[in-house]
């Protein structure tokens, strides 16, 4: 027994606490922007949070705020009363659990800090600009839409020029939000730190190339916060320095995320909040590793078209091409990329009823890997915050299925 | 081709687009207005987020303007007939 404790131990990641440690210094620094004079901007996901950065400007992410609540299993509590203040049921979790927390500072730090202005780019999807609405009715604060085109393949010249006009707007916008001009070296400065995040950040996933892979994505989705939310800056750099030189250890050691590792998984989509826990050991169990994953790695999509000597140059085609503004043939390809690149055994797709951009091609794209690769996949419906969409039995059967093919092709 | 684009620009816009943080409400009060109309149907079909994204803050315009609106949900097929009229009647019932 003793042994066990001392082998799980030995898995631990050891940096995790200062990650905790860096987000809770944060949140505590957003929360009282109010008392120290700085500004705060709400900014989706998939936005260009840099030019922030060089403003001094503290940067919220409602999203990042969503998969807390989720954690904390919130969620259902929350997207109810969101439902009862007239919203659908249908509509994404984040963004209800979001709209229900603003007005009695709900969730579970007590709400997220007012903010001075909201950052929305619809890269990602076209909830976040109805979103971003709601709460700019609600805080009475400027909003800003970053509008990038759909690229299915490419990216055309009009759409780069659209794209790159906007840009422009947006330093403009920031400029009489923050009431000072834009410091253009700062954002040379900034734009170098945030790809050397980006870059240290794929190499870290890239780590789980190893057998066994030191990291699983349930370590990912704990991890990936720093280059959503502190994208820009030395401290993510630091921190990202420390877990990769953790995870060459590991790797040199041989500690691998699971104890057994015999299966090596690609998971697609949003985490499962609530459930990452019960999910990972679920896995575990069975001797199969969550190696990568299509959601952390789109942190660092972008080191394909940036140009870290004119970054707000290309700062315009980083936030068009991303994931989820792009064909499903191309989501297909780069899935089946990844697959290669980690060489695994199987696909997990998580059908989430929230995420419509992410879940609506997965049918497709599961039908072009069996016919392309033959690898088989399997598919989870579930939601990333509201628990009320899981089912613990049907999920648990169709994972245990799932196995036993694995099993089979062995 | 002036016409055809002076027309997207200037039509009431569509939910997925944005104008403006409440354009829409306000097109739909004077509507209301203009029309002296008693009461609201909204007519959301299931799984078109944008539109159910503005619902509340619509009938939030209308509840300020003293106007009683209704909201039906539906999905790709409409409700049968029957149903669809009881609501319709009981509506009607309680602007009269
Ligand atoms: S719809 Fe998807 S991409 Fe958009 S905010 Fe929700 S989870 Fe994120």
């Known amino acids: 027994m003793a042994e066990k404790d001392e082998a799980k131990e030995k898995r631990k990641i050891k940096t995790v606490a200062k990650m905790k440690e860096i987000m809770t210094a944060y949140y505590i620094d957003a929360k009282t922007a109010g008392q120290t ?54 509509l994404c979790s984040y963004a209800r659990a979001d709209i229900a927390c603003a007005p009695i500072n709900g969730g579970p730090i007590g709400g997220l800090p007012r903010p001075d202005m909201l950052v ?183 080191l394909r078209y940036v140009d870290e000597n004119d970054f707000l140059g290309t700062m315009a085609e980083c936030h068009t091409r991303i994931y989820l503004n792009i064909g499903v043939d191309v989501m297909a390809r780069q899935v089946m990329e990844m697959a290669d690149k980690y060489d695994v055994d199987g696909i997990v797709m998580h059908s989430n009823r929230s995420c419509k951009p992410y879940s609506f091609g997965q049918y497709d794209i599961q039908r072009i890997i069996r016919e392309q690769k033959g690898l088989p996949t399997l598919m989870i419906e579930a939601d990333m915050v509201d628990e009320r969409n899981f089912s613990e039995g049907q999920i648990e059967t169709r994972i245990d299925a799932f196995i036993e093919v694995l099993k089979g092709k062995n | 081709m002036t016409a055809i684009a002076d027309r997207y620009l200037e039509r009431v816009v569509c939910p997925a687009k944005h104008r403006g943080l409440t354009d829409r409400a306000d097109y739909l009060v004077r509507l209301t207005r203009e029309r002296q109309a008693q009461g609201v149907i909204f007519f959301l079909l299931k799984f078109c987020d944008p539109h159910a994204f503005d619902y509340p803050y619509l009938k939030e315009a209308l509840d300020r303007e003293g106007v009683p609106s209704l909201l039906l949900e539906v999905e790709d097929r409409l409700p049968a007939d029957g149903q669809l009229r009881t609501r319709f009647e009981a509506f009607v019932e309680m602007i009269q």
């Open chain 1, 37 to 90: 004079g700085k500004k705060v901007a709400w900014i989706t996901s998939g936005g260009p949070v840099e030019p922030l950065i060089a403003m001094d400007v503290i940067p919220v992410y409602p999203e990042n705020h969503g998969a807390m609540v989720g954690a904390s299993k919130m969620g259902a509590d929350l997207c109810g009363k969101a439902e009862a203040m007239g919203y659908s049921s249908d």
């Open chain 1, 120 to 302: 929305c780019c619809n890269n990602i999807c076209g909830t976040v600009m109805k979103w971003y609405e709601v709460q700019a009715r609600f805080f009475k604060v400027p909003l800003f839409i970053l509008d990038t085109p759909v690229c299915h393949t490419g990216f055309s010249a009009e759409a780069k020029r659209y794209v790159k006009g906007q840009i422009n707007e947006y330093i403009a916008f920031l400029e009489k939000a923050c009431g000072k001009r834009f410091d253009y070296d700062r954002i040379k400065e900034v734009g170098r730190l945030s790809v050397q995040g980006q870059r240290l950040w794929q190499e870290i996933l890239d780590t789980a190339m190893n057998r066994p892979a030191p990291i699983s994505a349930f370590d990912a989705f704990f991890h990936l916060a720093l280059i959503v939310t502190l994208r820009g800056t030395q401290q993510t750099v630091d921190y990202y320095k420390m877990l990769l030189a953790e995870m060459r250890e590991r790797v040199a050691a041989g500690i691998g995320a699971v104890p057994r590792e015999k299966y090596r998984l690609l998971w697609d989509n949003l985490p499962v909040w609530y459930r990452t826990k019960w999910l990972s050991e679920k896995f575990a169990s069975q001797d199969a590793c969550l190696v990568a994953d299509t959601y952390t790695s789109a942190w660092c999509g972008a």
